[in-house]
């Protein structure tokens, strides 16, 4: 399966410390993309990383990519209340994939203590 | 504003019934998808479609069936044959050139 796999499942911070959040996958891929799900809700695109790329960043998140490893990690810095939600990471295969045939993994919980 | 709309955002049937999930989008987008997801689980693909009147089958297509009769609207149908379907359903799409996927807010389904 090309599945990604998250670790930890579930993390728990207080306000102000940085969260990481690791991602794992089997198969080459295209891209890998991180994705934000408030409780109930559907999800929301955060960041995506190309299979070129080592890293990338936007406003407080930094994505991490090793190709080698298979692996990904993101890092919220500075976390927040608001940030509480479940994340996950979304891998697109190799050349020819059909964009909507992600593979997610299944998530993340971060709960961040005000 | 541009967005995608998924209701019912909760749904009860009784076992044996058919229900349709609608997902209607203007955000001009070509693709359609829709995921499944139970708790503590990634999402799974159902079906998909790139273009009016035409769709795939995804990952976990059985007790399914959709339609694209429109670029804007591309419901889910969830059949009696379908032997576990509660469950929260995701309709997402994208654009021509896009990389990434947008999200309707969801259906929730339970079958009493």
């Known amino acids: 399966s090309q599945q990604g796999e998250e670790d930890p499942q579930a993390l728990s911070i207080q306000e102000g410390e940085n969260a990481t959040m690791n991602c794992s996958y089997k198969?080459?891929?295209?891209?890998l993309q991180w994705y934000r799900q408030n409780s109930g809700r559907g999800l929301v695109h955060l960041i995506l990383?190309?299979?070129?790329?080592r890293e990338k960043h936007s406003g407080r998140l930094r994505v991490t990519l090793d190709t080698s490893k298979k692996s990904s990690s993101l890092l919220i810095t500075a976390s927040r209340a608001a940030d509480t939600a479940s994340y996950f990471c979304?891998?697109?295969?190799?050349?020819?994939?059909?964009?909507?045939?992600?593979?997610f993994g299944r998530g993340t919980q971060l709960t961040v203590w005000p | 504003d541009g967005g995608i709309t998924q209701s019912p955002k909760y749904l009860f049937r009784k076992e044996g019934q058919n229900v349709t999930l609608s997902c209607e989008q203007n955000?001009?987008?070509?693709?359609m998808y829709w995921y499944r997801q139970d708790p503590g689980q990634g999402l799974r693909l159902i079906y998909y479609?790139?273009?009016?009147?035409?769709?795939q089958k995804g990952d976990i297509a059985e007790g399914y069936s959709v339609s694209r009769e429109k670029k804007e609207s591309f419901p889910l149908t969830v059949t009696s044959a379908q032997k576990n379907p509660t469950a929260f359903y995701l309709c997402?799409?994208?654009?021509?050139?896009?990389?990434?996927?947008?999200f309707g807010a969801g259906s929730r389904l339970t079958v009493l």
């Open positions: 997402a799409s994208h654009g021509q050139g896009a990389n990434v996927l947008t």
């Open positions: 979304a891998t697109l295969g190799g050349r020819g994939s059909t964009l909507g045939r992600l593979y």
């Open positions: 955000l001009n987008h070509d693709a």
């Open positions: 198969t080459s891929i295209n891209n």
């Open positions: 990383i190309r299979s070129n790329e």
């Open positions: 479609s790139q273009i009016v009147n035409d769709f």
